[in-house]
């Protein structure tokens, strides 16, 4: 059964660094790119960013939100994929949940969605 | 950047009902990179449609998912008590992802 686990949530003061980690198990974790998606309180949905697997170049990508001040890394040895929150600002304040990029295929097409999510971790920037 | 809007913001219907949710984007898009997920409170999202018409693994067939270009569309048939909540659109190009703003779907 694949699970995605998030930790490392909590209370920060603005300007301070928290880093996330998101534990897979259930697969092979070095095969799959993850992705981190946040919701603020009461809000929708926002793409944060995501992490390729090794064998695509293990390269990442951002929101320009966050670009610059969050890093995504992973280390495959332990199945876990991180998110280095530097700079936090009020509006990080979110739940913050990891989900494996699936490619689904059909017809001769193909795609990547979100088929397994974490249970996600709250975040709150507050002074 | 795409940008996706969700309407209606909030769609008011009863169980047994027919519920048409429409996404809308900046630029014609491309379908296959077009899903939508569900979120129930306290849940995380759950992948209903991808390539714009696809049902995901386990989701009822009174789900379905529409459109090309620009106007996308998510049906569904009718409403169990289980499908109030929160609808998504969502579109992956040029290695981003982009979400609508959200449908909530809730009891008339």
């Known amino acids: 059964e694949v699970q995605l686990v998030e930790s490392g949530g909590g209370l920060v003061q603005p300007g301070r660094s928290l880093r996330l980690a998101c534990t897979g198990s259930g697969f092979t974790f070095g095969d799959y790119a993850m992705t981190w998606v946040r919701q603020a309180p009461g809000k929708g949905l926002e793409w944060v960013g995501f992490i390729r697997s090794k064998g695509s170049g293990g390269t990442t990508e951002y929101a320009a939100s966050v670009k610059g001040r969050f890093i995504i890394s992973r280390d495959d040895s332990k199945s876990i994929a991180y998110l280095q929150m530097n700079s936090l600002q009020i509006d990080d304040t979110a739940i913050y949940y990891c989900?494996?990029?699936?490619?689904?295929?059909?017809?001769?097409?193909?795609?990547?969605?979100?088929?397994?999510w974490g249970q996600g971790t709250m975040v709150t920037v507050s002074s | 950047e795409i940008v996706l809007t969700q309407s209606p913001g909030t769609l008011s219907l009863s169980p047994g009902e027919r519920a048409t949710l429409s996404c809308r984007a900046s630029q014609s898009v491309a379908s296959t990179y077009l899903a939508w997920y569900q979120q129930k409170p306290g849940q995380a999202p759950r992948l209903l449609i991808y390539?714009?018409?696809n049902r995901a693994t386990g989701i009822p067939d009174r789900f379905s998912g529409g459109g090309s270009g620009t106007d996308f569309t998510l049906t569904i048939a009718r409403l169990e008590p289980e499908d109030f909540a929160v609808y998504y659109c969502q579109h992956y190009a040029r290695s981003s992802y982009t979400f609508g703003q959200g449908t909530k779907l809730e009891i008339k």
């Open positions: 390539g714009a018409s």
């Open positions: 989900t494996r990029d699936d490619i689904l295929r059909w017809f001769g097409e193909s795609t990547d969605a979100f088929v397994f």
